[in-house]
């Protein structure tokens, strides 16, 4: 009931088009759930997050979409870019549950 | 504005011996936490404090300790190190539990 499922694993977009990244969770108790993106050898940075009373949060090219009852939620890049070359991963916590909860990450590949 | 800063950035140990990792986090922010992050997988999580107090502890060995001290840094600390051990330590600050987390760079350490 821990676990935050992230796919794909593995993701090839051309410059200029959208990725798209899927994450569920189980744990209703989350209430928090941020994205991060993380370059080699370097921490997570924080790139966006969202709360259950809203369905969206759009953040210049960054977008989440949130659907509380399907207990999933996703990110969308707009107009990808090679310097968008990264492994993100969504987290998740909660009140009671304050640690976050990664996903197992998706190594995203923008090609000219 | 300084963010969260990990000192060491790397650091290689023998087996059996300890180490301590060291987090200063973002001025204000009362809340740090751990995780280990091995290569290819995403964070998981060691230890939280809050007001100098613990909060959270991961499934890892009682090897691993920590503390949180008045000025809010804390410390990680890990006796009879394994080869198993070595992973990117990462240190996160938040005003307080469950909000926005901020990540350090982390401390590489590397077991041999």
């Known amino acids: 009931q821990q676990q935050v499922k992230q796919s794909p694993q593995s993701l090839i977009v051309q410059k200029g088009g959208i990725s798209i990244i899927n994450c569920a969770y189980e744990?209703?108790?989350?209430?928090?759930f941020p994205w991060y993106q993380q370059f080699p050898g370097k921490g997570p940075a924080l790139l966006i997050a969202?709360?259950?009373?809203?369905s969206e949060k759009k953040e210049g090219r960054f977008t989440i979409s949130f659907n509380k009852s399907a207990k999933q939620f996703s990110l969308h890049i707009m107009d990808s870019q090679p310097g968008d070359s990264a492994t993100y991963f969504c987290?998740?916590?909660?009140?009671?549950?304050?640690?976050?909860?990664f996903g197992t990450g998706t190594r995203l590949t923008i090609i000219p | 504005d300084a963010g969260v800063t990990q000192s060491p950035t790397h650091l290689i140990k023998t087996r059996g011996q300890h180490v301590t990792l060291r987090c200063s986090p973002i001025?204000?922010?009362?809340?740090v936490s751990w995780y280990q992050q091995v290569l290819g997988q995403g964070p998981q999580f060691i230890f939280q404090?809050?007001?100098?107090?613990?909060?959270g502890r991961g499934n890892f060995p009682d090897r691993f300790s920590a503390r949180q001290f008045p000025n809010y840094s804390s410390e990680l600390n890990v006796n009879a190190l394994l080869l198993g051990d070595s992973a990117l330590y990462l240190c996160?600050?938040?005003?307080?539990?469950?909000?926005?987390?901020?990540f350090g760079q982390g401390t590489r350490l590397t077991v041999v």
């Open positions: 996160a600050s938040s005003p307080e539990p469950n909000t926005e987390a901020f």
């Open positions: 744990n209703t108790a989350f209430d928090y």
């Open positions: 969202i709360r259950p009373d809203v």
């Open positions: 987290a998740a916590s909660g009140f009671g549950n304050e640690k976050l909860t």
């Open positions: 001025s204000g922010h009362k809340s």
């Open positions: 404090y809050y007001e100098k107090e613990e909060r």
